[in-house]
């Protein structure tokens, strides 16, 4: 009955949802394009197979070392990644090209969900991280299809969220046939929403398991040798509110070291543009990566405008703050830049990744900073110091080979229900 009452609401809100999504088409083209697959009309769709679900380009990131592991231990099933967002459904592309089917969600109506699921008729559904949605899960348990939670993650914040429509969601809580949970702490998260105890495991997050190409590497060596011996700060995954701060800050490290590069990568492609002009505003010289420049000595900002480099441009910085944590966004992935054996500098907004932050936090390898001018001072401090620079680094990287590991038993849990 609750689930049908919230079907009617959103039903009756889908003009809404609409004009939203025309808004978001206004301010990044790439929403105008593939309206017909968020009704579950069209897409790349791989029927008999696995199919995962990673909402946007973090996820789809994460899913990746799962999903070529699966396509290489179960050659003979096709694999089809749905996301929600255009830069989502460009990382998959870029990760896998035409090796698995790809089409966006539809929205969360259960004919929708049903039409989806009568083209894709799975072996198994993955979904990644905690993106579930009432009458998607509901559609998965009528259609009898195992569905798993991968690498789950609950906040205490997004529990809390959760709890107060709980009369909603404790269902779909419950039909879970799996959830692989990242911690003790979120395991028990999970459980006060009705997942069953024996439905759980806490295996850990398979981001310790990342690991950077080889390929890759050489590209940021080559990359930053063509920099000069300079030193060289990233600022990642910025959020609005945050690049005003990043780049104060960066003035602050230019007084100290005059020869130091900012390398400031915006978490959503949409506000590239309007950063651009913030450093501008802020005087400072830029070249932009999009436009496959290369810093000189005169330029103090490199504007990471690319997707899917992230990973690359961190590999060429000597120190890594990880955005979304000077703004109440809850952070980002730290494991990234740790595995790099950076040392890593955050906001206090990190209740996102509070237990993987925590970890780095405690072995020395990630530093909390409150404002722009802490930010300076931390980031002036390490560019000077190699040795900190060295025992922060070698501490991270420590953290995330102690911790591997959560991949392999992800897996396992998932070829039991194949």
């Given at each position: 009955?609750?689930?049908?009452?919230?079907?009617?609401?959103?039903?009756?809100?889908?003009?809404?949802?609409?004009?939203?999504?025309?808004?978001?088409?206004?301010?990044?083209?790439?929403?105008?394009?593939?309206?017909?697959?968020?009704?579950?009309?069209?897409?790349?769709?791989?029927?008999?197979?696995?199919?995962?679900?990673?909402?946007?380009?973090?996820?789809?990131?994460?899913?990746?070392?799962?999903?070529?592991?699966?396509?290489?231990?179960?050659?003979?099933?096709?694999?089809?990644?749905?996301?929600?967002?255009?830069?989502?459904?460009?990382?998959?592309?870029?990760?896998?090209?035409?090796?698995?089917?790809?089409?966006?969600?539809?929205?969360?109506?259960?004919?929708?969900?049903?039409?989806?699921?009568?083209?894709?008729?799975?072996?198994?559904?993955?979904?990644?991280?905690?993106?579930?949605?009432?009458?998607?899960?509901?559609?998965?348990?009528?259609?009898k299809v195992p569905l798993v939670l991968a690498n789950a993650r609950l906040s205490e914040r997004s529990a809390k969220g959760y709890q107060r429509v709980g009369w909603l969601v404790r269902p779909m809580f419950a039909a879970l046939d799996w959830v692989?949970?990242?911690?003790?702490?979120?395991?028990?998260?999970?459980?006060?929403?009705?997942?069953?105890?024996?439905?759980?495991?806490?295996?850990?997050?398979?981001?310790?398991?990342?690991?950077?190409?080889?390929?890759?590497?050489?590209?940021?060596?080559?990359?930053?040798?063509?920099?000069?011996?300079?030193?060289?700060?990233?600022?990642?995954?910025?959020?609005?509110?945050?690049?005003?701060?990043?780049?104060?800050?960066?003035?602050?490290?230019?007084?100290?070291?005059?020869?130091?590069?900012?390398?400031?990568?915006?978490?959503?492609?949409?506000?590239?543009?309007?950063?651009?002009?913030?450093?501008?505003?802020?005087?400072?010289?830029?070249?932009?990566?999009?436009?496959?420049?290369?810093?000189?000595?005169?330029?103090?900002?490199?504007?990471?405008?690319?997707?899917?480099?992230?990973?690359?441009?961190?590999?060429?910085?000597?120190?890594?703050?990880?955005?979304?944590?000077?703004?109440?966004?809850?952070?980002?992935?730290?494991?990234?830049?740790?595995?790099?054996?950076?040392?890593?500098?955050?906001?206090?907004?990190?209740?996102?990744?509070?237990?993987?932050?925590?970890?780095?936090?405690?072995?020395?390898?990630?530093?909390?900073?409150?404002?722009?001018?802490?930010?300076?001072?931390?980031?002036?401090?390490?560019?000077?110091?190699?040795?900190?620079?060295?025992?922060?680094?070698?501490?991270?990287?420590?953290?995330?080979?102690?911790?591997?590991?959560?991949?392999?038993?992800?897996?396992?849990?998932?070829?039991?229900?194949?």
């Amino acid at each position: 009955m609750t689930r049908t009452l919230y079907s009617i609401v959103f039903t009756l809100c889908m003009p809404l949802v609409l004009l939203r999504l025309l808004y978001r088409a206004w301010r990044a083209p790439a929403y105008a394009r593939r309206w017909s697959e968020r009704f579950a009309l069209g897409g790349d769709i791989r029927q008999g197979g696995i199919w995962v679900h990673a909402v946007s380009v973090g996820e789809s990131i994460a899913a990746a070392p799962m999903v070529r592991e699966l396509m290489r231990r179960h050659p003979q099933l096709p694999i089809t990644v749905t996301c929600m967002t255009p830069t989502g459904s460009e990382q998959i592309r870029k990760l896998f090209g035409g090796q698995v089917g790809h089409a966006y969600l539809p929205y969360d109506l259960p004919w929708l969900q049903r039409r989806l699921l009568r083209k894709l008729q799975p072996k198994v559904g993955i979904i990644m991280e905690t993106e579930l949605w009432p009458n998607l899960v509901a559609e998965c348990e009528r259609a009898k299809v195992p569905l798993v939670l991968a690498n789950a993650r609950l906040s205490e914040r997004s529990a809390k969220g959760y709890q107060r429509v709980g009369w909603l969601v404790r269902p779909m809580f419950a039909a879970l046939d799996w959830v692989a949970v990242q911690s003790q702490a979120e395991a028990l998260r999970f459980v006060s929403l009705g997942v069953s105890k024996s439905a759980l495991t806490v295996t850990g997050s398979i981001k310790f398991d990342f690991r950077p190409a080889v390929d890759l590497l050489a590209q940021a060596k080559a990359l930053r040798a063509g920099w000069g011996e300079r030193p060289v700060w990233i600022a990642a995954s910025t959020h609005a509110g945050e690049d005003e701060q990043v780049l104060r800050a960066h003035q602050n490290v230019l007084r100290e070291q005059p020869d130091a590069l900012l390398i400031l990568v915006p978490r959503h492609p949409e506000r590239f543009d309007g950063v651009a002009r913030l450093i501008s505003d802020a005087r400072l010289a830029q070249v932009r990566r999009s436009q496959g420049g290369v810093p000189t000595a005169s330029d103090q900002v490199l504007l990471g405008d690319t997707m899917g480099e992230l990973v690359m441009l961190y590999a060429c910085a000597d120190v890594a703050f990880v955005g979304g944590s000077l703004v109440a966004n809850g952070g980002h992935n730290y494991l990234e830049p740790a595995a790099l054996g950076l040392p890593v500098l955050s906001g206090p907004h990190r209740f996102n990744f509070t237990e993987i932050s925590d970890l780095l936090q405690g072995a020395g390898a990630l530093q909390l900073v409150n404002n722009d001018q802490e930010l300076a001072q931390a980031v002036s401090v390490l560019l000077q110091d190699a040795e900190q620079r060295c025992r922060a680094g070698a501490a991270g990287l420590a953290v995330v080979e102690a911790n591997q590991g959560a991949l392999e038993l992800l897996l396992q849990g998932i070829e039991r229900r194949l």
